[in-house]
C-alpha cells in the first residue's frame, strides 16, 4: 500500500525552484520558418538591409552583418547590389528573472518560513538554497525578403542569453556561432552535421 504524497512548505518551494530553473541557460535555442512556394533553387545574391531594431552598439551590428555575409559565402550566395533577396536582420533584448536552486540540504527543525535565501520545514530534507536574478537575453532575428515581390521568403531566429561584460573575442564568437546556427536550416532542405 502506497503513502499519500504530503507537501510541505519545503517541497513545494523545491518544486517552484526546480520548474523555474533555467535548462541549458547559456544554449540558443533556434528556429526557422520559409515560405513553402519559394523556389529557393534561384536565390543566388542579396544585398543586407538592416532595420531599424538594431543593437545599439554599432560594433555588434557590424559583427552581425560581417557574420551574416561569411555564412552566406559559404552557401554559395553573393553580395550584389541587384539582388534576389534582401537579408534584414533585427535584434531585440529583454531582461527574464531566472531562479537556480543548488539543490536539496539537511535542515534543522526551526519550522517553517523563509530564512537567509532557504525555506525551512520541520525536520529532514529541504528545498536548499535558491538564487534569483536577472538574466538578459537576447534575440537575432535574420528575414529573407525577395527583392522583387517584398515578400518574404525565409526567417531564421535565434535566442540566448547574453553578458554585458563579454570581451571583443567573446561577441565575435558568439556572434559568428549564432548566425551560423540560424542559417543552419537555409536553404531549407540544407542539414549541416
Known amino acids: ?3 499519500p504524497l504530503r507537501l510541505t512548505h519545503a517541497t513545494l518551494a523545491f518544486a517552484l525552484a526546480g520548474a523555474l530553473l533555467p535548462s541549458g541557460l547559456a544554449a540558443q535555442k ?3 520558418d520559409f515560405n513553402r512556394a519559394a523556389n529557393f533553387a534561384g536565390v543566388h545574391t542579396y544585398a543586407i538591409r538592416p532595420s531599424d531594431k538594431m543593437s545599439e552598439n554599432q560594433l555588434v551590428n557590424e559583427r552581425i552583418t560581417r557574420a551574416i555575409a561569411g555564412t552566406l559565402a559559404g552557401r554559395g550566395m553573393s553580395a550584389s547590389s541587384e539582388p534576389d ?28 518560513g523563509y530564512y537567509s535565501s532557504r525555506w525551512y520545514g520541520p525536520w529532514g530534507w529541504g528545498a536548499g538554497s535558491y538564487e534569483v536574478r536577472d ?20 526567417r ?31 536553404p531549407p532542405g540544407r542539414h549541416d552535421d
Open 1 to 3: 500500500m502506497t503513502q
Open 30 to 32: 533556434v528556429s526557422y
Open 85 to 112: 533577396v534582401y537579408v534584414v536582420p533585427s535584434i531585440t533584448t529583454e531582461t527574464r528573472r531566472e531562479v537556480t536552486s543548488f539543490g536539496p540540504g539537511w535542515y534543522e527543525p526551526f519550522g517553517y
Open 135 to 154: 538574466v538578459q537575453y537576447a534575440t537575432l532575428t535574420i528575414e529573407m525578403i525577395d527583392a522583387r515581390t517584398g515578400s518574404l521568403l525565409w
Open 156 to 186: 531564421g531566429q535565434g535566442v540566448r542569453s547574453v553578458d554585458p561584460q563579454w570581451k571583443p573575442e567573446t561577441v565575435d564568437r558568439k556572434v559568428w556561432k549564432a548566425v551560423t546556427k540560424i542559417f543552419k536550416n537555409f
